[in-house]
């Protein structure tokens, strides 16, 4: 039997004007989808460069309410090395230094210079951009250097620190830039809250759970009212002026 070459277009069936209208539709509908994709691709972006400006702004605000605070902290120490100075230039024209209360003064002015190159690196290392790496942190050491920040704040406003914490703590995976700033907002947000109490305690607890890690900072002040405890996770929401 001889073989036969069928020609394409009797080898196909022929394509009806519903087929042809059903595959219009399907094109159309593949690039309105292809459209609404990269809507929601700029969108995301876009959300992504907001919470990043909104980070930074967080972080230049509470850089602002600092710097007084530090200033004042840094004023202190600084007054007493220029007192010791003054003291021993002084004492040296004289010819009259006493070597036994030199040696205690210097001592503590070295102690002063390092507290003061404390505060200085803490505020330069809190003011940089936070990396996004993560890796592990010890809690307690990250709650330390915040508190180099966070104290003179926290003494001017009379508020009584407390810490509690669980024996041996498991290291956390993190961003050590991101987890300080966290610390010091929650601080901040509590201190702003006991503005108006008379007696102003905030409390930082660290309790390890199996493999997690629950830290609290609870303070004595009136709380989040009823009326806006559903919006405070909201992005920028805020009572603050």
Not at 107 to 121: L, T, Y
Not at 137 to 164: C, D, F, H, W, Y
Not at 202 to 212: D, V, W
């Amino acid at each position: 039997m001889k073989s036969e070459i069928i020609p394409i277009t009797r080898a196909l069936p022929p394509v009806s004007a519903k087929n042809d209208g059903q595959g219009a539709v399907v094109e159309r509908l593949c690039l309105e989808l292809a459209r609404v994709m990269e809507l929601r691709r700029q969108s995301e972006q876009e959300l992504q460069e907001i919470r990043a400006r909104a980070i930074a702004q967080d972080k230049l605000a509470a850089l602002g309410q600092l710097a007084a605070c530090t200033a004042h902290e840094i004023c202190q120490p600084l007054s007493f090395i220029r007192i010791f100075c003054d003291s021993f230039i002084k004492d040296s024209d004289a010819g009259t230094v006493p070597t036994s209360e030199l040696s205690v003064e210097a001592k503590e002015a070295c102690r002063q210079i390092v507290r003061i190159q404390k505060i200085i690196q803490e505020t330069l290392h809190f003011a940089r951009p936070a990396s996004d790496s993560f890796v592990p942190q010890k809690p307690a050491l990250l709650l330390e250097r915040t508190l180099i920040l966070m104290n003179p704040l926290l003494k001017r406003s009379g508020v009584k620190l407390m810490q509690s914490s669980d024996a041996g703590l498991l290291p956390i995976r993190g961003s050590a830039g991101m987890l300080e700033q966290i610390f010091v907002n929650l601080l901040q947000n509590a201190a702003d809250a006991l503005a108006n109490q008379a007696e102003k305690k905030i409390h930082i607890r660290f309790r390890q759970q199996k493999r997690s890690l629950l830290i609290s900072v609870c303070d004595n002040g009136p709380g989040v009212p009823e009326e806006i405890r559903e919006k405070i996770f909201e992005p920028f929401f805020t009572t603050k002026a």
